[in-house]
């Protein structure tokens, strides 16, 4: 076990989570079609769904709250939010938006098409599905050692560059309309990217002429482990490797529930808005359409203040080695019990290779959906599949596709669980990893709707 950082903060209003026995959790889950994103968030004691906008704003949040300046049109938030992330990430253009999704449904029509191709480290979820809504395909190339969990070692989200290459000589320059540099690479596990890669990324892009893109929901974090583990940026400020990593792109996109620790918001950049001053313009127009005026897009007032206050507290050198020292914390845990999971350790959770904790369940019976419901049964946790039964059917056969990993992810909420809180969770999957031989068969999916199945599919367990 390692030390854990204290938490640079003291605690000034609590939420009282609901404490439940097995035997209601069992009837919760069963009642949730065994899928947990139908449980009621009162049913749930440690809630790992997701890192997205399940923050705790601060006092000075709070506080940016009622100093919301609700203007329709030029309000003062407005101007503390852009002049903020102008001073952050070193670009003229900056457009709030409701969330990261949002960020990519204004941006990516403007630079994809039928026809065109957009490489990514990984694309995220949504990102994908907004590339290929644009008419698109999405191409993920990142590096080999990233789909093998139990190799240690760093930077495991960066880009294949050498593959980059090939995949852009073989579609030709002019067919890939964007690059995508997603720090840190969500998909892989929370896993960051050096500068030194996303460096050559941009070389690369440049040369050819292909806008680079940064997908910058943890760019946070992703610099706290380039401080730490980059020798030539080890004495650089958080802060100067942001501004170093953001000037080597052309525009980024941000869902702000991430490492800029509010609940709701997005923000989309342009780095030099003379030079793609008609970007700039169709980017202006698609938000009015989509998402609001300029000035406010889709967020209310006291949202974009909360959101400039947010940058600021999400970029604290203190916080953010709080902030990772809770996973490492949490993995070393799992280090002594042997427990498995995408290692090292990556930004924002732990995931945990169910393969191995159930190898006698296959693929098509969900293992990383088996082991999140056995955490819920066995003490409230919520996880969520980021396997096969999150991949979902090949689109053109029906049929399943076996994912590259069953992982269940355990995603960590900023600011909002302690210590004692980790112990749990570990000594949660301990005891499920204990008993997981008795649990003999997986799931079977009785509905799914046709796209992103997860959210909504109802299971049932094979007897
Ligand atoms: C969350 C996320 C998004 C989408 O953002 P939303 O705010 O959920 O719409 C895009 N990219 C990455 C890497 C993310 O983690």
Same mark, same amino acid.
């Given at each position: ?93 900056i ?6 999704r ?19 480290n990984?694309? +995220? ?22 789909k ?37 690479? #969500? ?9 030194? #890669? ?35 940026c ?35 950049? @342009? ?48 916080y ?8 490492e ?28 904790? +159930? ?21 409230g ?31 960590i909420?900023?600011?909002v ?12 999957? @301990? ?22 199945r997860?959210?909504?599919a109802h ?5």
């Amino acid at each position: 076990m390692i030390k854990y950082v204290p938490e640079p903060f003291r605690i000034k209003s609590v939420e009282r989570i609901k404490m439940t026995t097995r035997e209601e959790r069992e009837r919760n889950i069963a009642a949730a079609h065994y899928n947990l994103f139908n449980l009621a968030g009162r049913d749930v004691y440690i809630d790992l769904l997701t890192d997205s906008g399940t923050n705790a704003m601060s006092t000075e949040q709070w506080a940016g709250v009622m100093r919301g300046d609700e203007a329709y049109a030029g309000a003062e938030s407005y101007y503390r939010l852009v002049d903020t992330a102008r001073e952050i990430f070193g670009y003229d253009y900056i457009q709030p938006v409701h969330q990261g999704r949002a960020a990519e449904k204004v941006l990516f029509p403007l630079l994809l098409g039928k026809g065109k191709v957009a490489i990514s480290n990984m694309f +995220f979820d949504t990102t994908r599905a907004h590339v290929e809504l644009a008419g698109a395909r999405a191409v993920d190339c990142v590096v080999p050692e990233a789909k093998d969990p139990a190799r240690r070692c760093k930077f495991k989200g960066n880009m294949d560059t050498e593959r980059l290459e090939r995949l852009i000589a073989e579609y030709g320059a002019e067919k890939v309309g964007l690059i995508v540099m997603t720090v840190t690479n #969500n998909s892989a596990g929370g896993q960051p990217v050096s500068m030194e #890669n996303v460096r050559k990324v941009s070389e690369i892009a440049r040369k050819n002429g292909i806008p680079l893109c940064i997908d910058a929901a943890r760019y946070a974090e992703n610099a706290f482990f380039v401080k730490r583990d980059e020798p030539s940026c080890a004495g650089k400020s958080i802060r100067e490797i942001v501004r170093e990593m953001f000037a080597l792109a052309d525009m980024f996109t941000m869902s702000a529930k991430k490492d800029t620790i509010v609940n709701m918001g997005g923000l989309l950049g @342009v780095r030099d808005s003379a030079a793609m001053a008609d970007l700039v313009l169709r980017v202006k127009a698609a938000c009015v359409s989509y998402e609001g005026f300029i000035t406010y897009g889709g967020l209310a007032g006291r949202d974009l203040e909360a959101l400039a206050v947010g940058l600021i507290e999400g970029l604290d050198e203190d916080y953010l080695r709080y902030r990772i020292g809770q996973m490492e914390y949490l993995a070393s845990l799992l280090d002594d019990a042997g427990i498995v999971y995408q290692s090292p350790v990556g930004g924002h959770g732990i995931f945990v290779d169910a393969a191995r904790l +159930f190898p006698h369940i296959p693929a098509e019976e969900f293992p990383g959906q088996v082991l999140a419901i056995e955490l819920y049964k066995e003490a409230g946790i919520r996880g969520c599949d980021i396997g096969s039964f999150m991949l979902g059917n090949d689109p053109d056969t029906g049929k399943q596709l076996k994912a590259e990993f069953e992982f269940t992810r355990l995603a960590i909420p900023r600011r909002v669980y302690t210590q004692a809180h980790l112990d749990v969770i570990a000594q949660a999957l @301990v005891n499920v990893r204990d008993y997981a031989h008795t649990v003999k068969r997986g799931y079977k999916i009785v509905w799914e709707p046709p796209i992103l199945r997860h959210f909504q599919a109802h299971l049932e367990p094979l007897a």
